[in-house]
């Protein structure tokens, strides 16, 4: 009898292990397939929480937590600052820690955000809902958040709001200190999503699963190692736009745009030579210098993955 006691026990305990979770999924009522395909084609294991069953869940029993959209009566229950967690919620970012308040944008042509490479990259496929209604995009205002936030998507007025971004393991998150890292993810309206968008979700995910040191910006991105430069085609007389950018606080330091004529083959960007003229009064540090090509034509899309990125170390004796 202790024999087959052993045996039963034994048997419970490898299905425990077997059946483990990655991902506490907590909904208002069910799920998003947008994000459940996601989570899928990245091998995630996932249980969906509806908002009724988060006082009985234990989130200890998952690597991460998942918060979607909606307004959330067991809000409070859900420990996020003990666990890694994705926060894809408008609307308790105060009970989360997050920010005292939210902003949001919306506009009367398709949103874009600068991406972690200072690229710009349209989020949504259209304006507007089938009401007319504009799209909106959630930020978080520099102000009001944790200085230390990793920045993977800002407005592109001024690049210091966080539309996505994470905190690392250890950082404070409100009155708490995070035993897990964290990513905040603005843009919701997942069925007007863009593949950028999607995107920046694989992104924001791998960040608040990562380990270690790695940084999670890597997922699904060009690791920008190209050996033979970055060529676009130029079907029309177009422009190549410069930025020099600051790293520390993804400030525009200046910007110039030079003219490129038509090219029906490839334009090269290591070939363009121009000059900077730079501020007498800019300080030491890294900067990136940003070329972006385009042509001003509605029929042209235009891939602004295309862009080409350089760091550089500016000195006081430079």
């Keep these: 009898m202790e024999k087959g006691w052993l045996i039963i026990l034994f048997i419970l305990v490898n299905l425990l292990v077997v059946q483990a979770v990655d991902v506490a ?6 799920a998003n397939p947008v994000y459940t395909n996601i989570l899928n084609s990245k091998n995630l294991s996932y249980d969906v929480i509806p908002d009724r069953s988060i006082p009985n869940t234990n989130f200890m029993d998952y690597n991460l937590i998942f918060v979607d959209d909606g307004i959330l009566k067991y809000a409070n229950y859900i420990p996020i600052s003990e666990h890694n967690s994705l926060i894809a919620n408008s609307y308790h970012y105060d009970d989360f820690g997050l920010t005292e308040d939210i902003s949001f944008i919306g506009a009367n042509q398709p949103l874009t955000v600068y991406s972690g490479h200072h690229v710009i990259e349209q989020v949504y496929n259209r304006c507007c809902d089938n009401k007319g209604i504009a799209l909106p995009m959630y930020y978080l205002e520099e102000q009001f958040v944790n200085a230390n936030f990793n920045f993977l998507a ?89 930025k020099l950018i600051r790293v520390k606080d993804n400030e525009v330091i200046l910007t110039k745009l030079i003219l490129v004529p038509q090219n029906n083959n490839f334009y090269d960007f290591e070939n363009l030579e121009t000059d900077l003229v730079l501020p007498s009064d800019l300080i030491t540090g890294d900067y990136d210098i940003v070329l972006e090509g385009f042509v001003n034509d509605a029929s042209c899309n235009v891939n602004y993955n295309n862009a080409l990125v350089t760091r550089i170390n500016i000195r006081g004796d430079s």
């Design 154 to 242: 800002t407005t592109t007025v001024d690049g210091h709001n966080t539309i996505v971004g994470g905190l690392d393991k250890g950082e404070v998150l409100g009155s708490n200190i995070l035993e897990g890292n964290l990513c905040f993810f603005g843009i919701i309206k997942t069925m007007y999503w863009t593949d950028a968008t999607k995107n920046l979700f694989e992104r924001c995910l791998g960040f608040a699963l990562r380990d270690g040191d790695d940084n999670g910006d890597d997922d699904g991105g060009d690791d920008g190692d190209d050996d033979e430069g970055v060529k676009v085609p130029i079907p029309k007389d177009g422009n190549v736009l410069i």
């Design 25 to 30: 999924y907590v909904v208002k009522n069910r």
